[in-house]
C-alpha cells in the first residue's frame, strides 16, 4: 500500500519555525516531483511548494518565499518543509503530494499524504 505521511506540524508562535516531514513508502517516489499544498479552513488547497525528482529545482508560492524552503532525500523517500518566520495567516492543513506532471496544479498530484495542522498563534 501506498502511503505519504507528514509529521512535524503542531502550536507554534509567530516567528517561529516548524520542519514539516513527510515519509514515503509502498513505492519509491525518486522519480516524482513532490510538492507541499496547504488548506486553511473555508479556503481552497493551495500551492505552497515543489521540488522536482532530482532537486536540483524548487518552486515556491510567493507568499512562502524567502520563509520557507523545500528540500528531499530520495534515499529516505522523503520530502522536508522548512518553515521560517511563520505567521498567523500560515495556519491550515499541510499535505505532501507527489506527482509526475506539473509542479504547482492541485490536479496533476495523484499521491496525497492525510495532512499535518499547523497552527501559529500572535
Known amino acids: 500500500q501506498v502511503q505519504l505521511v507528514e509529521s512535524g506540524g503542531g502550536l507554534v508562535q509567530a516567528g517561529n519555525s516548524l520542519r514539516l516531514s513527510c515519509a514515503a513508502s509502498g513505492r519509491t517516489f525518486s522519480t516524482y516531483n513532490r510538492g507541499w499544498f496547504r488548506q486553511a479552513p473555508g479556503k481552497e488547497r493551495e500551492f505552497v511548494a515543489a521540488?522536482?525528482?532530482?532537486?536540483?529545482?524548487?518552486y515556491y508560492a510567493d507568499f512562502v518565499k524567502g520563509r520557507f524552503t523545500i528540500s528531499r532525500d530520495n534515499a529516505k523517500n522523503t520530502v522536508y518543509l522548512q518553515a521560517n518566520s511563520l505567521k498567523p495567516e500560515d495556519t491550515a492543513v499541510y499535505y505532501c503530494?507527489?506527482?509526475?506532471?506539473?509542479?504547482?496544479?492541485?490536479?496533476?498530484?495523484?499521491?496525497w499524504g492525510q495532512g499535518t495542522q499547523v497552527t501559529v498563534s500572535s
Open positions: 503530494a507527489a506527482t509526475k506532471g506539473a509542479i504547482s496544479r492541485v490536479g496533476e498530484y495523484g499521491y
Open positions: 521540488i522536482n525528482w532530482s532537486g536540483t529545482s524548487t
